[in-house]
C-alpha cells in the first residue's frame, strides 16, 4: 500500500460531515509538524458550528510560497441503506477506493502530504516556502473557514504567491482538465408584491404572478455578457417560485421567486443588480429584492503556475491538460483575493457528493507525482531568482 492510499484510507475513516473534522486536521498537522511546519490551529464560529481550521508553513530561504489548500469536511451520506459498503469504512472494489470523502476531497489532501513528505526527503532543505490552508467549512456556509484565514493572513500581510486547490477537477483521468477560475455567484429573492383576493372578482385584487409573468420572460432573455476566453456567458437562472394559499379560488397577495446568476469577469454583482431592477422597474413591478453574494469570480490567467503545472502534468502523465472555469464555487474565491495565482486540481469528480463515491486508484499516485513536481520547479525558481542576484 503506498503512503498516499495509507493516508487517504485513514482519513476517509475519520467521520467529518460539515462542520465536523473528525480529527483529520490532527492527524494532517501530525504528519505536517515533523518536517519543520510551524502550525495554528484557528477555530471560528458559534459553539454550535464551530469550524476547525488550519494554517501551517515551513519557510524556506525564499518568501516565495506556495499554498496547498483544502477541505476535510465532507457532505452527509446520504441513506446508509443505498451504499454498498459503510461511508466511512474505506473499501476497495474493481480498482476504486470507496467513501466518503474519497473522492472530494480527502484523496487530494493525502497526496498533498505525501508529496510535501517525498519532496522534502530529497530537498531538505528547499528555498521555496510550503503552506497548508485547511478548513472543515467547505461544504457547509462557508463563513467560518478559508475566508476567515484569508483575512487573518491578510491582516499579517502573509498571504502566498501561489495556491494549488485540491478540488476534484479532472474528467476522466487526473490531470486532464484544471480550473482557473470559478464563475461569481449572486442569488435573489424577489418578493413581487399584489393584492390577494377572490379569483371571481379580479378587478378588486391585483394578481403579482399576471404581474411578474412579462418581466420574467424579458430577464430569461436578456444576454448578461457575452463571456471571454475563459468563461461562458453569464447565466441567470430561476430555482424557485411560490404563489398562492393552496386554495384555488383566491388570488395570491405576493409572489416569492428565487434566482441566481453565475456571472463571469464580464459583469460585477452591482451591474447585474442594477440591470435586473431597470427591468423590473420598466414593468411597473411593486418588488422588493434580498441579495445574497455567494462568491466573486477569479481567473488565473496563464503565468508561472498555470505553466508549472501544466507541464508537471505532461511529464507525470504525458496529458495536455484543459484550462476550464466551469462548475460551481470554491474556497479559492476566498484566496485568490488575497493571492495572485490560484488553481485548483485534483481526481476526477464524477461520484462527488453521490452514494458509494469513490475515487480511481490508479488516480492516487499520479496526482501526488505532480503535486510533487509542481513543488520542484518551483523551488529551481526559487533558487534561479536568488542566483540571478
Not at 505525501?114 to 456556509?141: C, H, M
Not at 409572489?255 to 464580464?266: A, I, K, L, P, S
Not at 452591482?270 to 411593486?286: I, P, Y
Amino acid at each position: 500500500m503506498s503512503n498516499t492510499l495509507r493516508l487517504t484510507e485513514q482519513l476517509i475513516a475519520r467521520p467529518s460531515v460539515t462542520p465536523e473534522d473528525g480529527g483529520c486536521t490532527s492527524l494532517i498537522q501530525a504528519h505536517l509538524e515533523p518536517l519543520g511546519f510551524q502550525s495554528e490551529i484557528i477555530d471560528c464560529g458559534p459553539d454550535t458550528f464551530r469550524v476547525r481550521n488550519l494554517w501551517a508553513k515551513r519557510a524556506g530561504t525564499s518568501p516565495q510560497t506556495l499554498a496547498f489548500a483544502g477541505h476535510v469536511d465532507v457532505v452527509p451520506t446520504g441513506p446508509l441503506a443505498q451504499w454498498t459498503s459503510d461511508p466511512f469504512t474505506p473499501t476497495h472494489r474493481d480498482g476504486k477506493l470507496y467513501g466518503r470523502g474519497a473522492c472530494d476531497m480527502k484523496a487530494s489532501l493525502a497526496a498533498m502530504v505525501v508529496a510535501t513528505e517525498e519532496f522534502l526527503q530529497a530537498y531538505p532543505n528547499p528555498a521555496l516556502s510550503i503552506a497548508f490552508l485547511l478548513t472543515s467549512d467547505e461544504e457547509g456556509p462557508a463563513l467560518d473557514g478559508t475566508v476567515k484565514v484569508c483575512e487573518l493572513l491578510k491582516s499579517r500581510q502573509q498571504a502566498p504567491d501561489y495556491c494549488i486547490v485540491g478540488e476534484p477537477t479532472s474528467v476522466k483521468a487526473t490531470g486532464d482538465m484544471i480550473k482557473n477560475g470559478r464563475r461569481g455567484s449572486l442569488s435573489g429573492k424577489l418578493k413581487v408584491i399584489g393584492i390577494q383576493g377572490h379569483i371571481a372578482y379580479p378587478q378588486l385584487a391585483d394578481n403579482p404572478v399576471h404581474k411578474a409573468a412579462p418581466a420574467l420572460a424579458e430577464l430569461a432573455s436578456v444576454v448578461w455578457d457575452e463571456g471571454n476566453a475563459f468563461f461562458p456567458p453569464t447565466s441567470w437562472q430561476i430555482s424557485n417560485v411560490h404563489a398562492g394559499t393552496g386554495a384555488s379560488n383566491v388570488i395570491p397577495g405576493d409572489m416569492v421567486v428565487d434566482f441566481n446568476f453565475r456571472f463571469c469577469t464580464e459583469s460585477t454583482a452591482d451591474s447585474l443588480k442594477q440591470r435586473l431592477t431597470e427591468v423590473l422597474n420598466k414593468h411597473q413591478l411593486n418588488f422588493e429584492i434580498e441579495w445574497t453574494l455567494g462568491g466573486l469570480p477569479f481567473l488565473t490567467t496563464p503565468g508561472t503556475l498555470v505553466q508549472t503545472v501544466q507541464a508537471a502534468i505532461q511529464q507525470v502523465t504525458g496529458m495536455q491538460t484543459e484550462l476550464s472555469t466551469t462548475g460551481g464555487t470554491s474556497d479559492g474565491r476566498f484566496i485568490a483575493q488575497i493571492c495572485p495565482q490560484v488553481i485548483e486540481l485534483g481526481p476526477p469528480n464524477a461520484s462527488i457528493h453521490k452514494i458509494d463515491e469513490h475515487v480511481a486508484l490508479a488516480d492516487l499516485e499520479p496526482l501526488k507525482d505532480i503535486y510533487k513536481q509542481v513543488l520542484i520547479t518551483l523551488n529551481q525558481e526559487c533558487l534561479a531568482a536568488a542566483d540571478a542576484k
